[in-house]
């Protein structure tokens, strides 16, 4: 029989956050959507299934709504939105979706 200390153990190790240093000396770390609370989860899925459905498309509209919608995104799964805003707010739109395609890689073993 398993405790829930041993339980939660296990969900660190499985269920894997993104850290993430901040240009201020901080760090926060982008959690992953199975830790977040119900409330938090459902806006960080909403975000991303936004960001799926213009996945490909390149006009510059799209282009925009994109790296709004992947800032959002990393805000929502973040244990410190309000710094992680800030942070994200100047990045460049390579490092903004290189950070979201790092943040699905290392978050995806641990959803399925």
């Given at each position: 029989m398993s405790t829930l200390d041993e339980?939660?153990?296990?969900?660190?190790?499985?269920?894997?956050?993104?850290?993430?240093?901040?240009?201020?000396?901080?760090?926060?770390?982008l959690r992953n959507l199975l830790?977040?609370?119900?409330?938090d989860r459902r806006a960080a899925t909403a975000l991303l299934?936004?960001?799926d459905a213009s996945d490909g498309r390149f006009d510059g509209d799209v282009i925009e709504d994109q790296l709004r919608l992947s800032r959002e995104f990393l805000?929502?799964?973040?244990?410190?939105?309000?710094?992680?805003?800030?942070?994200?707010?100047?990045?460049l739109p390579a490092a903004l979706l290189t950070l979201?395609?790092?943040?699905?890689?290392a978050t995806q073993a641990g959803e399925a």
């Amino acid at each position: 029989m398993s405790t829930l200390d041993e339980i939660m153990a296990k969900v660190a190790r499985t269920y894997l956050s993104t850290p993430l240093d901040l240009r201020d000396g901080s760090n926060a770390n982008l959690r992953n959507l199975l830790l977040l609370p119900e409330a938090d989860r459902r806006a960080a899925t909403a975000l991303l299934a936004q960001l799926d459905a213009s996945d490909g498309r390149f006009d510059g509209d799209v282009i925009e709504d994109q790296l709004r919608l992947s800032r959002e995104f990393l805000v929502a799964v973040s244990d410190r939105p309000d710094a992680v805003a800030t942070e994200l707010a100047d990045w460049l739109p390579a490092a903004l979706l290189t950070l979201v395609e790092d943040y699905m890689g290392a978050t995806q073993a641990g959803e399925a």
